[in-house]
């Protein structure tokens, strides 16, 4: 599995790195990554160096959706099938994720419980003197980029 990790010097990448290699660990497998930008500024090459550091890849993970929906386009045009080759895993769980085919497996945050806690901070903290840390619990999202389908005609009535 290689991370497509954003630019360390963004905590959120950081941040999403750190929990790719810690699973890793955790499971023994090898922990390979290549930088990308993180943005709407995508490095063509991308491909070419996934496939360079780690030949052997099935998965990728992409430390945000826009990321893992342009690495799917350069593995389709490359003729690369997902998820039959290769699995795509993305992170935010953004509108299109659901509206592209293959639907994008994701890490769905619970970003509405986010923006009502931070408000919720923000007007009972007006001191300032205490500063809390919440941690919000992220959910993975299974869809298509990740799943083979069996044909019709293998699935029974049972």
């Given at each position: 599995i290689v991370c497509v990790r954003g630019r360390q010097s963004i905590?959120?990448?950081r941040d999403r790195y750190r929990g790719y290699r810690d699973v890793c660990r955790e499971n023994n497998i090898g922990i390979h990554y290549?930088?990308?930008?993180?943005?709407f500024t995508f490095e063509e090459n991308v491909i070419d160096e996934i496939y360079s550091k780690c030949p052997e890849v099935d998965g990728i993970f992409a430390c945000n959706d826009l990321t893992a929906l342009f690495i799917y386009k350069?593995?389709?045009n490359k003729g690369i099938?997902?998820?039959?080759?290769?699995?795509?895993?993305?992170f935010d769980d953004v509108m299109i994720s659901k509206l592209v085919t293959p639907e994008l497996t994701t890490i769905s945050q619970p970003i509405e419980q986010m923006g009502r806690t931070a408000v919720d901070?923000?007007?009972g903290?007006?001191?300032?003197?205490?500063?809390k840390a919440v941690i919000?619990?992220?959910?993975l999202k299974i869809r298509q980029t990740t799943q083979i389908k069996q044909p019709a005609d293998k699935i029974s009535d049972n």
């Open positions: 905590s959120s990448a290549v930088e990308s930008p993180y943005g350069l593995l389709h099938k997902v998820p039959e080759k290769v699995a795509i895993v993305g901070m923000l007007i903290n007006n001191d300032n003197s205490e500063q919000f619990k992220p959910e």
